[in-house]
């Protein structure tokens, strides 16, 4: 079984940045297909980003384009989330998800491995 740890998270101005990681442990003899997923208050999770096993980045939900940048170092069994100019409408608890299973990996019940989550709080 796989765990992740994300950090990074923190209070930042409008335009600010933040870095988040997220490290994984525990099984990590394959490298799976990841994403960061954020959840608003009283709204759904919504997918912010992915990159496929390959390392290869995928998709990048409009709002956060041009914006975040998602990347791993497999050295490290990290992946992180740079975030430049955030807005207030970011803010919200950011997870990383790893080893999607069968369905459609937008969506937050396809992922298997969850973290904790990390709490990115953007002022006006």
């Known amino acids: 079984q796989e765990q992740l740890v994300e950090s990074g998270g923190g209070l930042v101005q409008a335009g600010g940045s933040l870095r988040l990681s997220c490290t994984a442990s525990?099984?990590?003899?394959?490298?799976?297909?990841m994403a960061w997923f954020r959840q608003a208050p009283g709204k759904e999770y919504d997918i912010v980003a992915h990159?496929?096993?390959?390392?290869?980045?995928?998709y990048y939900t409009d709002s956060v384009k041009g914006r975040f940048t998602i990347s791993r170092d497999s050295a490290k069994n990290t992946l992180y989330l740079q975030m430049n100019n955030l807005r207030p409408e970011d803010t919200a608890f950011y997870h990383c998800?790893?080893?999607?299973?069968?369905?459609?990996?937008?969506?937050?019940?396809?992922?298997?491995?969850w973290g904790q989550g990390t709490q990115v709080t953007v002022s006006s």
């Open positions: 998800v790893a080893d999607p299973r069968d369905g459609s990996w937008l969506e937050a019940r396809t992922w298997y491995t």
């Open positions: 990159i496929d096993k390959d390392n290869i980045v995928t």
């Open positions: 525990g099984r990590t003899d394959r490298q799976y297909a």
